[in-house]
């Protein structure tokens, strides 16, 4: 098994950056997917990004393509998600999930962190 805390949420404004960190605990780290998900308010929880084992590949959402960037460090068991160019509708709770296989669906995910807050102010 595997723990994880995320850190990093807070208010920002349109246009601003935030790096959210998630540190990983419990079992090898490099042994898991890991990927982050957002859930705005009254909203399922959606795929934000993924990486694999090594960091070598990542796959995005559409809607932050060209504006997150996820990378992890094996080392020290963290992952992290650099969000730049901040909208009003990147609003949400943010969680790192993580699992033995690539996936982008919520379900198939088999450890959460608590989530940390993201908003965006206009």
């Known amino acids: 098994q595997v723990q994880l805390v995320e850190s990093g949420g807070g208010l920002v404004q349109v246009g601003g950056s935030l790096r959210l960190s998630c540190a990983a605990s419990?079992?090898?780290?490099?042994?898991?997917?890991m990927a982050w998900f957002r859930q705005a308010p009254g909203k399922e929880r959606k795929f934000v990004a993924v990486i694999n084992w090594s960091g070598g590949r990542s796959w995005y959402e559409d809607s932050v393509k060209g504006r997150f960037t996820i990378s992890r460090d094996n080392a020290k068991n963290a992952v992290h998600l650099q969000m730049n160019s901040l909208k009003p509708e990147d609003t949400a709770v943010y969680y790192c999930?993580?699992?033995?296989?690539?996936?982008?669906?919520?379900?198939?995910?088999?450890?959460w962190g608590q989530g940390t807050q993201v908003t965006v102010s206009s």
């Open positions: 419990g079992d090898t780290f490099s042994r898991y997917v």
């Open positions: 999930a993580a699992r033995i296989l690539i996936a982008t669906d919520a379900a198939d995910y088999d450890y």
